[in-house]
């Protein structure tokens, strides 16, 4: 047994899973995936073993429990990164911190009207509310990218956190045809031109499983 596993749900539905998985990925830690079926009748059981709230995704190293994917990057950073999750300077860092909370707690209207389906290929017209959002997240994209991105790919150049919270963002506007800014569909483009990234979606598109729009949802 590795003495990181990493508890997730269906590739296809679950963006939160994704988030963690893509960090240890990209800095190549050696880790035991679990992948548990979500919204089985045995999906509860199969799940109290690891999650306290039976959700995923959840983090287990040696006697240490990790629930919700922000509280796992940063454990992750923290303990086995040695900080390098998040930007080296105090002003990036902070400000990659802030969007990353962000994203994790708000933009409710994107989350349930275009939840994350890796098999999604639509071109829908977002409602008044969904637009709003999708204008906030292609200006912290935009802004990031000018202010820190160093020229380079990811928000604050080297690739941290704050891109592992938002590559879900970028396979769910690519699969509902969100319209964006130049800069913000060059970052889009940017993770999804991430191998890793890549390699879930493929693998995502792949499950046979079907959740409904509310269960998916949740996941």
């Known amino acids: 047994m590795k003495d990181i596993r990493l508890v997730i749900g269906n ?13 240890l990925k ?14 089985q009748d045995n999906t509860a059981e199969k799940l109290g073993p690891y999650s306290p709230s039976l959700k995923v995704p959840v983090l287990l190293h040696n006697e240490i429990t990790i629930w919700d994917s922000m509280a796992i990057c940063e454990y992750i950073s923290e303990v086995v990164l040695g900080g390098s999750g998040w930007p080296t300077n105090p002003k990036r860092k902070a400000t990659a911190r802030a969007v ?10 994107l989350k349930a009207e ?10 829908l017209k977002p409602s008044n509310k ?8 292609d200006a912290i994209w935009s802004c990031c990218r000018r202010r820190y991105g160093d020229n380079g790919n990811y928000l604050f150049g080297r690739f941290s956190i704050a891109d592992c919270m938002f ?3 970028a396979a769910c506007f690519e699969g509902y045809g969100a319209e964006l800014s130049k800069d913000a569909n060059t970052y889009m483009q940017t993770l999804l031109d991430n191998p890793f990234v890549q390699k879930w979606i493929t693998l995502g598109r792949r499950e046979q499983e079907t959740l409904s ?3 998916a949802l949740h996941a």
């Open 11 to 23: 590739k296809n539905y679950s963006s939160w899973s994704m988030v963690p998985w893509l960090l």
């Open 26 to 39: 990209m800095y190549d830690v050696d880790f035991e995936e679990i992948e548990i079926e979500l919204y």
């Open 100 to 109: 990353s909370a962000e994203m994790h707690s708000e933009f409710p209207v």
């Open 114 to 123: 275009w939840p994350m389906n890796c098999k999604a290929s639509y071109k």
């Open 130 to 137: 969904l637009a709003d959002e999708i204008a906030r997240i």
């Open 167 to 169: 590559a879900p963002v």
């Open 213 to 215: 729009v509310v269960q």
